[in-house]
Nanobody, 118 residues
């Protein structure tokens, strides 16, 4: 069982930056891939980025490639999503997830709101 708690969301102007954090419980954090997803009002939840347990492999949605960076610190049981050059379309609730592979999400956090004003 893995419990995830996101933080770092907030209100930012277009072009600004935010860094989201995802703190995980458990001693086996490094054995899980970690991902970020988001859900805007009236839309389905969508994939943003994922990172392998070792941190070597990363994957991004085309919409955030070149602007967002996913990373993790397994010594701190924490994952991160650095978001730069934010756009109004990035406004959503952001969720972190942990999975046994980079294509699965078995555990979810409660979400953190990101609002980008234009």
């Amino acid at each position: 069982q893995v419990q995830l708690v996101e933080s770092g969301g907030g209100l930012v102007q277009a072009g600004g930056s935010l860094r989201l954090s995802c703190a995980a419980s458990g001693r086996t954090f490094s054995s899980y891939a970690m991902g970020w997803f988001r859900q805007a009002p009236g839309k389905e939840r969508e994939f943003v980025a994922t990172i392998s347990g070792s941190g070597v492999n990363t994957y991004y949605a085309d919409s955030v490639k070149g602007r967002f960076t996913i990373s993790r610190d397994n010594t701190k049981n924490t994952g991160y999503l650095q978001m730069n050059n934010l756009k109004a379309d990035d406004t959503a609730v952001y969720y972190c997830a942990a999975g046994h592979t980079t294509t699965t999400a078995d555990y979810w956090g409660q979400g953190t709101q990101v609002t980008v004003s234009s």
